[in-house]
């Protein structure tokens, strides 16, 4: 199966769509999809070309996106939020000719700078679903094109260096489409899609899974508490996919009746503090199913199944994943220990774009290496211990920072939490520990040094504590924890 078939996957007079005021069955879905097509082929677009996508959340994207992909050319989405500048690293990076945009964009002169002496077509992304006279119908793609040929090329963030593309085959997106069974989508199911289209966590759970189904996606550019919680009462929202920032918000602003139609409340993108999950659930008496992947992943790699999630818990492996945790040698840890986690499966990436050196070192011995570190309980669900990258080693033990922002989490006041390492002379590292505070509240440092020893080694407390207004997020709601180091070193606060 191919990504743009899923146009298919519900019954033509059944609702797919509903952009704001704008509604689309799946025999309008259909439609918008073709006449996209043929747009972008009379535009020149050909198999194996690279098109970007520049947008917000929006039925058009979908439109564009299903358009681009049915063509046997790479979409390329890239998110709105970035500098020109890492804009135009993108475009020159993936050889992009061709950008559906929803406004203007800047970057001749920055591509120019760069060495990327192409002239890029852009085209009006609102328009590409409207049937223009005069189109004569693209060809079908060749009857030798395969589900493993290329389908997206998703750029990773960049936190250690430039941006990587994790090429994303048809067959990637679709198995991991599959490997959602336990997540119990119906055709009447309606999902809302508020995470941005452009990263994977988004794309996948949030549109391709439930077209999978036939299911309705109802589409919000952005988030925003109150038009969220408005959308799933008015619409009747059965399953929302988020990251832990926004549960954290509905819960202070939702009612429990606002949230009476939910069945499913799924979590990703970063860890989700226990807190912030049995706040939640206390409030509105719905779990939350915490999932774990990357974009290299498709991304599902791991989710607790519906009705049956583990608070804390990534959930266990989703179909069709092998899996193994291993030490600094290679070697598969003791039951119960902490290792890496390498996985293989049909979701897993083809490589990373003209890198090859990369891919390699990503790929070792057929394992794909997330750079996790995870353990398993008896029950085969998992646990992110911690990012290998940001574990701190100090005095040659090893701290992993989420056990102790899990614990800083839970004190009054404390509204988000990162600890990171900082070098220290005699140790080589120390954790530094940056956090906001809930309205109104004020916490004694003294106090919250005492709480963490009375629950943690020694070696494990922060060195210093920095009070910050609010944590700088990602796009998708991680913790930049790279972006803190770099802008908010500030005097520690007192005892």
Same mark, same amino acid.
């Given at each position: ?24 069955? +799946? ?14 082929? /009379? ?15 929006? /039925? ?41 945009? +929803? ?105 391709? +899974? ?6 309705? $996606? $109802? ?23 988020? $990251? ?61 199944? /519906? ?50 050196? /990369? ?23 998992? +646990? ?105 070193? $500030? ?5």
């Amino acid at each position: 199966m191919l990504v743009h078939e899923l146009a298919q996957g519900g019954q033509p007079n059944d609702m797919a769509i509903i952009d704001h005021e704008r509604r689309y069955t +799946y025999e309008d879905f259909q439609g918008a999809v073709t006449a996209c097509r043929d747009y972008l082929y /009379a535009k020149g677009v050909r198999q194996g070309d690279r098109v970007a996508i520049f947008s917000r959340n929006s /039925a058009d994207y979908v439109f564009a996106y299903f358009g681009i992909v049915s063509l046997g050319a790479m979409a390329v989405p890239i998110n709105f939020q970035l500098s020109l500048r890492e804009i135009a690293f993108i475009i020159k990076d993936s050889g992009a000719k061709h950008i559906m945009t +929803y406004q203007p964009l800047e970057i001749d002169d920055i591509l120019w700078e760069m060495g990327y002496f192409v002239q890029t077509v852009r085209h009006d992304i609102a328009k590409c679903g409207i049937r223009q006279e005069g189109l004569s119908a693209a060809p079908p793609l060749p009857e030798d094109f395969s589900p493993q040929n290329p389908c997206v090329l998703i750029y990773t963030s960049g936190t250690t260096g430039s941006p990587k593309g994790a090429v994303l085959s048809h067959q990637n997106l679709i198995s991991n489409a599959k490997q959602m069974i336990h997540m119990g989508c119906e055709s009447h199911h309606r999902v809302l899609c508020v995470l941005p289209m452009y990263h994977c966590f988004g794309w996948t759970c949030s549109v391709l +899974y439930p077209f999978y189904h036939g299911a309705r $996606v $109802v589409i919000l550019d952005s988030f925003t508490p109150k038009e969220t919680i408005d959308v799933i009462r008015r619409e009747g929202i059965t399953d929302i996919y988020v $990251v832990p920032s926004m549960c954290s918000l509905i819960t202070r602003l939702g009612t429990a009746e606002d949230m009476k139609s939910l069945r499913l409340v799924v979590s990703g993108g970063t860890t989700l503090p226990q807190k912030i999950a049995d706040d939640f659930i206390e409030k509105f008496g719905v779990s939350i199913s915490e999932g774990y992947g990357l974009s290299e992943t498709s991304p599902v790699v791991t989710m607790n199944p /519906a009705g049956k999630a583990k608070v804390g818990s990534i959930g266990p492996m989703v179909p069709e994943i092998e899996w193994r945790l291993i030490d600094g040698d290679g070697r598969d840890v003791p039951q119960g220990e902490a290792g890496e986690l390498i996985v293989k499966g049909p979701n897993i990436m083809l490589g990373y774009w003209n890198l090859p050196e /990369a891919t390699k070192e990503a790929f070792r011995d057929g394992w794909f290496h997330t750079g996790d570190v995870a353990r398993v309980d008896e029950d085969g669900y998992l +646990y992110i211990v911690d990012r290998l990258k940001d574990m701190i080693i100090s005095m040659g033990e090893n701290i992993y920072p989420r056990e102790v922002e899990e614990l800083i989490y839970k004190f009054p006041g404390i509204q988000e939490a990162a600890v990171i390492g900082v070098e220290d002379k005699l140790r080589g590292q120390a954790g530094a520990c940056y956090y906001s505070l809930l309205p109104g509240a004020t916490i004694n440092i003294r106090e919250l040094k005492k709480y963490l020893q009375q629950n943690l080694a020694l070696y494990k407390i922060p060195r210093e504590f920095h009070e910050l207004d609010a944590l700088p997020r990602t796009a998708t709601g991680k913790i930049a924890k790279r972006m803190i180091l770099k802008h908010f070193k $500030v005097t520690p606060k007192k005892s």
